[in-house]
């Protein structure tokens, strides 16, 4: 399994980014999703969730603002930020597992994961 993530940057507060991940070697339609962040000295926090339903599950301070969506035929994962703030910086990550049910927002749930894209707002 292969998770690529890329869109991450520098930009200003208020504005928006929007990442992609490309997943390779799973079976793309099942299983769950997610994006992930990790401030530094922090620990790696839950950001956004999908499920293979369909069903989404957002962290409190993101929720309104970000949104995680696939495209099934570009077996690509997304998480468009709007409306940045200083705190959302961090390396964000994305994941997968290949077990259906309830996908916990919780990293430790999570089996496969991409290198990391950097966000920084200021």
């Known amino acids: 399994v292969q998770l690529v993530e890329s869109g991450g940057g520098s930009v200003q507060t208020g504005g928006s980014l929007r990442l992609s991940c490309v997943v390779s070697g799973y079976t793309y339609n099942s299983g769950c999703m997610g994006w992930f962040r990790q401030a530094p000295g922090k620990e790696r926090e839950g950001v956004a969730v999908?499920?293979?339903?369909?069903?989404?599950t957002y962290g409190d301070s993101v929720k309104g603002r970000f949104t995680i969506s696939k495209d099934n035929a570009k077996n690509t994962l997304y998480l468009q930020m709007n409306d940045l703030k200083p705190e959302d910086s961090g390396m964000y990550y994305c994941?997968?597992?290949?077990?259906?049910?309830?996908?916990?927002?919780?990293?430790?749930?999570?089996?496969?994961w991409g290198q990391g894209t950097q966000v920084t707002v200021s």
């Open positions: 999908l499920d293979s339903d369909g069903t989404t």
């Open positions: 994941a997968a597992d290949p077990r259906g049910g309830y996908c916990y927002p919780t990293a430790t749930f999570f089996k496969d």
